[in-house]
């Protein structure tokens, strides 16, 4: 005697629960719809409120003196030219410094330490340097080149931003690289290219446009750095590019001119607001720029 196998009958479906449910999706769907645009314009509304003070305060304070003075005492009609020729220089060492670093490590971390404990391990104290206050990376910097050094200088201030930018490079490069698939790696590999060889001329090149992204956020984020420079490099009202000895800086120079009581100083300190303001807009707008073109 043989059986057959009778297929499940699914359960009915009944129209009046498959209304009732559908009728509380939409509405958890449009309080949640109407919850995120809220959200979005409260913040809108605060940024949009800082860049218009921002604007206002720094345009009316902006005019050529500011490009080609030296700070100076209040009342002498000073300007920010060495503050600003002092952050290039600290931004671009540690950019320069930083940045081969953090591509090297990055490489490591995608290509060669998968799976690894090691590469578990640097992974780890790189999210960490990531994420750390800045100012204890200053206090690190000062406890190390400071101190046994007998003062604080621009070298100083240059390795605090640097430490800042290397995870920052670290974890983009590893992201980048992690989404070449790996049929393109075996690819190479099976035309008898060697595996550094591979990853400089293939896998680099296919994540560039997102490398120099990661190195552009970076670049945005040291440039208004204010709490590792007050430890390390410190700050002064000359034109100095002598890295050995304390060197002024743009976000050093904010933080002490707009808490003083002189009127020039505060309207300084708000004409170098705008221009670091200007200069991290710009640069994650170009950053975003190039990671949209190289999708």
């Known amino acids: 005697m043989s059986t057959t196998l009778q297929p499940a009958l699914a359960p009915a479906k009944d129209p009046a629960v498959a209304a009732r449910l559908g009728r509380r999706r939409k509405r958890a769907d449009g309080i949640a719809r109407i919850l ?6 409260i913040g809108l509304v605060f940024l949009a409120s800082i860049l218009a003070t921002l604007f206002y ?3 009316g304070a902006m005019d050529l003196a500011v490009f080609t003075e030296v700070t100076k005492p209040p009342g002498s009609n000073g300007g920010l030219l060495n503050a600003i020729a002092g952050s ?7 950019t320069v410094i930083g940045t081969p670093i ?3 490590v990055g490489t490591y971390l995608a290509e060669y330490a998968k799976g690894s404990a090691f590469g578990n391990v640097v992974r780890f104290v790189s999210d960490i340097l990531l994420s750390a206050p800045s100012i204890l990376i200053g206090l690190f910097v000062y406890q190390l080149l400071v101190l046994p050094f007998g003062g604080f200088s621009g070298w100083a201030g240059v390795a605090a931003l640097t430490i800042i930018i290397i995870p920052i490079v670290v974890r983009t490069t590893e992201d980048m690289l992690s989404l070449i698939p790996n049929t393109l790696r075996e690819a190479v590999i099976g035309l008898g290219a060697p595996k550094w060889k591979m990853i400089v001329l293939v896998c680099w090149r296919a994540a560039i446009s997102g490398i120099i992204t990661g190195i552009l956020l970076g670049v945005a984020r040291i440039a208004g750095e204010t709490a590792p420079l007050l ?4 700050g002064n009202n000359a034109w100095s590019t002598d890295l050995t ?3 002024p800086s743009l976000p050093i120079t904010i933080y002490s001119y707009a808490g003083s009581p002189f009127q020039d100083w505060i309207e300084l300190a708000w004409a170098g607001a705008l221009l670091i303001t200007l200069a991290v807009l710009l640069l994650n707008i170009l950053a975003r720029s190039l990671l949209r073109s190289g999708k």
Not at 36 to 41: D, H, I, M, Y
Not at 231 to 234: A, D, G, K, Q, V
């Open 36 to 41: 995120s645009l809220v959200a979005t314009g």
């Open 57 to 59: 305060k720094g345009f």
């Open 88 to 94: 290039l220089i600290q931004v671009v060492l540690a």
């Open 102 to 104: 953090g591509m090297l």
């Open 231 to 234: 430890f390390t490099s410190l």
């Open 245 to 247: 000895r304390p060197m």
